[in-house]
């Protein structure tokens, strides 16, 4: 019952009225697969190491945190062309969010490492080593609602915003 002591797991609340959060890799064996799986409200939990994977947040509204932040836990675009590292695609009401990774080798024409159509919050992330035409590092499409707290967006490269890009109408 909420306002009861809960158990803590990882920093994460447990209480009666939560569902566990969704292991990367002990439950799901990539960072994607656990993003298919979840549905609204729901955290994933990645644990530290080097994913080479694009990601694409499907519009949903879940939470993904790395277990101790982005010095050690690193989602790699292993360089796939036109493919932003991260993608909050557009459809989502609300915040997705993003916690302590480091994104890097992303390619993509519109955002190399993260691509942002949608509501999204990400903190302690280190955004390096990736490019695209506009926002090297960031590309912001159309949406006002973005917050990126304590990211270093660095060496990234683009004809237009290397670090950041904000797309309006």
């Known amino acids: 019952i909420d306002g009861d002591t809960r158990a803590q797991l990882s920093g994460i609340d447990i209480g009666s009225d939560e569902r566990l959060p969704l292991f990367v890799p002990a439950d799901y064996y990539s960072i ?3 993003i298919d799986a979840a549905t609204y409200g729901d955290v ?3 644990s530290d190491g080097t ?3 694009n990601i694409d947040f499907k519009a949903k509204e879940i939470t993904l945190l790395s277990e101790n932040g982005a ?3 690193t989602i790699d675009g292993n360089s796939t062309p036109d493919t932003p590292v991260v993608l909050f695609s557009s459809g989502a009401a609300n915040y997705a969010y993003m916690d302590g990774f480091t994104i890097t080798n992303g390619t993509g024409i519109l955002g190399g490492g993260i ?3 949608s509501p999204t919050y990400a903190s302690n992330c ?3 080593g990736n490019t695209a035409q506009s926002g090297g590092g960031i590309y912001l499409s159309n949406v006002d609602t973005n917050t990126f707290g304590n ?3 660095v060496d990234n490269s683009a004809t237009d915003g290397a ?3 904000m797309a309006t109408n």
Do not use: W
């Open 32 to 34: 994607q697969s656990a």
């Open 44 to 46: 994933i939990l990645v």
């Open 51 to 53: 994913y080479r994977e």
């Open 71 to 73: 010095v050690f836990t």
């Open 115 to 117: 691509d942002c159509a």
């Open 126 to 128: 280190v955004i390096t």
């Open 151 to 153: 990211c270093n967006i």
């Open 163 to 165: 670090g950041v890009y």
